[in-house]
C-alpha cells in the first residue's frame, strides 16, 4: 500500500507563499501522473495542479500563475510551490496520483490564509 505524507502548510497573511510537499511510498513515483487536491469538510474535492510522468503540468484556473507543481524523482516527491495566496485558498491540501483509481489519502497538509 502506497502512503502518501504531505507537509509545509501553515498559517500566511494574504499575499504570502508557501511550499508544499508531498512523499509518496512507491518505487514506480517516476512514471506516474500526480496530483495536488485540496479539500475540506462541506467542501467538494478540487484537483489544483497536476504534473505528467515526463514534468508535463496543468492547472485549475483559480490557482493558474499563482501555484507552481514541481517533482524530485529522486526523491520520490511531489512539491506545490503557493505564491500571491488568497484566503479562499484556505484548505487542506493533499497529493495523490492524478488518475481515476486513488490511492489512500494521506493526512493532508492545513493551509490558513488570513485577510
Known amino acids: 500500500q502506497v502512503h502518501l505524507v504531505e507537509s509545509g502548510g501553515g498559517l500566511v497573511q494574504t499575499g504570502g507563499s508557501l511550499r508544499l510537499s508531498c512523499a509518496a511510498s512507491?518505487?514506480?513515483?517516476?512514471?506516474?501522473?500526480m496530483g495536488w487536491y485540496r479539500h475540506a469538510p462541506g467542501k467538494s474535492r478540487e484537483l489544483v495542479a497536476a504534473?505528467?510522468?515526463?514534468?508535463?503540468?496543468n492547472y485549475a484556473g483559480s490557482v493558474k500563475g499563482r501555484f507552481t507543481i514541481s517533482r524530485d524523482n529522486a526523491k520520490n516527491t511531489v512539491y506545490l510551490q503557493m505564491s500571491s495566496l488568497k484566503p479562499e485558498d484556505t484548505d487542506v491540501y493533499y497529493c495523490?496520483?492524478?488518475?481515476?483509481?486513488?490511492?489512500?489519502w494521506g493526512q493532508g497538509t492545513q493551509v490558513n490564509v488570513s485577510s
Open positions: 504534473i505528467t510522468s515526463t514534468g508535463a503540468t
Open positions: 495523490n496520483i492524478n488518475s481515476p483509481h486513488l490511492w489512500p
Open positions: 512507491t518505487r514506480l513515483f517516476s512514471i506516474l501522473d
